[in-house]
């Protein structure tokens, strides 16, 4: 009987990836300490934005990170708050106040954990590789378009540091590349103007610190019906941008390192951090791109570890080393987000070689998502508009793929028609006008061999050309179908009148 159960899995404890060499762990410390210090004025500016006090996206960032690094489904991706999430959730915190944010959080996150678990990242195979590069691109332009505020009404000392900053970038891995380049820049460029005392805006003029963790507690809000109704819309719109974001992110990261990752656990593991970040009061996040470039692409980093230290660095930096970390020049910040935006551009896919080869389709895809998000600021929008356009450009190729042809008997008494192509509904509507009714003879066959039948409107148009060829007395023989177009055809013919 025992012999008939199945056999219990075996669970094996594997060691983690960091442990395998000093440098590997070196990497992926020196990455988290770069990110946690770039994390920092991205999420005092996204509190702004949501019109929270800046602790609320620094614990965000905190909580984000550190539980994504355990429960995430892709190695080295950053998650924490984000501008995206804050644009969403801003009008609910405008209107009803924090308790309302922080409830709609923990409830998107919910979200996230019931779309993962019924397999909305499988919808990532639809995402086609021009709306892909449209995303990257739109995401770098918007990267450096963040940047130029910083850029502007500044004292003219921002602009040789930002310079500064970016030869060391570029000229510091030439030396060495133990320690990563964006953190020379940083502290080098911060020595200079603590030491000179250079008046330039620094991380403490975006907002105060906090000087303690968080502490989980429930947002202060009626637990109603009345309540749910309020952040629910909120809440699904959070979870909807958040994991789209988070899978265009995880499957960048896929292509640079050349691994896989497991995005139905993403997904998952993206509504669990949001829930526990709600219940410590952060305003809920997704992976961030651009910090997910410094930590893949620009430091290296391979492993969770980087994810965890960033999380774990951003609260350490914040609450015993604020002084310092407020002192740093925003310029130093500026340079490495512009050498992420530079990294992250595809410039192959507008290299005039590139662009005489690819088929127009495939750059008008690119252009209108890059056009959307860019206009927009949503990710979001600009990968569905992408993915819509993607979609009928296709459905208008592939319908000027049926093609048409008839041959008639010797003897005059049979016409056979060839139809080749894949019948749906965009190619099957031209399909009744193919056919010569008036002087075929009595006797028709079609011949569906090299035909596929996908959809009700193909058979509806079978069931028209077999109708004109009725009206004058003509036999119509259908033949050469596979067994789905058979099964399909078999199903529907002669049921979608309105006589029947």
């Given at each position: ?12 404890l594997?060691?983690?990836d960091?442990?395998?060499s000093?440098?590997v ?19 005092i500016?996204?509190s702004?934005?949501?019109?929270v006090?800046p602790?609320?996206g620094?614990?965000a960032?905190?909580?984000m ?11 080295a ?5 984000t501008?995206?999430?804050a644009?969403?959730i ?9 308790g ?8 998107g996150?919910v979200?996230?954990v019931i779309?993962g678990?019924?397999?909305?990242a ?5 995402v086609?590789r021009s709306?892909m590069v449209?995303f990257v691109?739109?995401l770098?332009?918007l ?5 130029v505020?910083e850029?502007?009404?500044v ?5 040789p540091l930002?310079i500064?900053?970016?030869a060391?970038?570029?000229f ?6 133990v320690?990563?380049a ?6 080098i460029?911060?020595?200079?103007t603590?030491?000179?005392?250079i008046?330039?805006?620094?991380v403490?003029?975006?907002g105060?610190l906090p ?10 809000v009626?637990?109603?019906m ?10 699904f ?21 050349d ?27 997704c ?9 893949v692409?620009v ?14 660095f951003?609260?350490v ?9 407020s ?10 987000m ?13 290299a005039?070689?590139?662009v005489k ?9 690119m252009?209108?998502?890059v056009?959307?998000?860019?206009a ?7 990968v ?9 450009i296709?459905a208008?190729r592939?319908?000027?793929?049926v ?5 008639v008997?010797?003897?005059?008494n049979?016409v056979v028609?060839?139809?080749t ?5 965009a190619?099957?509507?031209?399909l ?7 002087d075929d003879p009595d006797?028709v ?5 090299d035909?596929?039948i996908?959809?009700a409107?193909?058979?509806?148009a079978?069931?028209a050309?077999?109708t004109?060829?009725a ?12 067994k ?7 199903r ?9």
């Open positions: 009987m025992s012999s008939l159960l199945p056999a219990a899995p075996k669970f094996r594997s060691k983690p960091w442990l395998d000093p440098k762990l070196r990497t992926e410390v020196l990455a988290g300490l770069v990110v946690a210090l770039a994390l920092i004025p991205e999420a500016s996204f702004i934005i949501a019109g006090d602790a609320v620094l614990f960032s905190f909580t990170a550190v539980v994504i690094s355990v429960v995430g489904g892709r190695k991706m950053i998650s924490a708050a501008g995206a999430i644009l969403v801003a009008p609910l915190n405008r209107e009803h106040g924090l309302y944010l922080v409830a709609a959080v923990i409830l996150g979200f996230q779309l678990a019924l397999g909305v499988k919808l990532m195979r639809f086609p709306v449209g691109n739109a770098a332009i990267i450096f378009m963040a940047q505020p850029l502007t009404g004292p003219w000392m921002v602009y930002v500064g900053g970016l060391l970038m570029v510091f891995p030439k030396v060495t590349t320690v990563p964006p953190l020379v820049s940083i502290v460029l911060t020595v200079i603590v030491a000179a005392g008046a330039v805006p620094t403490g003029d975006k105060d000087s303690s963790l968080p502490v989980p507690g429930l947002p202060d009626p637990f109603t009345d309540t749910l109704t309020t952040i629910a819309p909120y809440a719109a959070m979870a909807l941008v958040g994991l789209m974001e988070s899978l265009m992110t995880a499957k960048l990261v896929d292509d640079i390192t691994t896989h990752s497991g995005k139905t656990r993403e997904s998952i593991g993206q509504g669990i951090a949001n829930i526990v970040t709600g219940f410590f009061g952060g305003m809920g996040g992976a961030m791109i651009g910090q997910t470039m410094i930590n692409r430091s290296g980093a391979r492993t969770r570890l980087s994810t965890f230290l960033a999380g774990s951003l609260m930096l914040c609450i015993a080393f604020g002084p310092v970390v002192d740093i020049p925003m310029a130093a910040l500026v340079a490495v512009i050498m992420v935006s530079v990294a992250t551009f595809d410039w192959h896919s507008i005039p070689k590139t080869r690819m088929p127009l389709g495939e750059m008008t895809v252009v209108v998502t056009a959307c998000v860019v927009t600021h949503n990710l979001a929008i600009g569905v508009v992408g993915c819509i356009t993607a979609m009928v296709f208008k592939v319908a000027h793929m093609n048409v042809s008839g041959v008997d010797p003897d005059g049979q028609y060839a139809v192509g894949e019948l749906f509904f190619s099957s509507n031209d009744v006008y193919q056919f010569n009714y008036k006797d066959v079609i011949d569906l061999s035909a596929h996908w959809d409107s193909s058979v509806a079978l069931d050309v077999e004109k060829y009206q004058r007395g003509k036999k119509v023989t259908i033949i050469g179908l596979n789905p177009s058979a099964d399909m055809h078999g529907l013919a002669g049921q979608l009148t309105g006589s029947h």
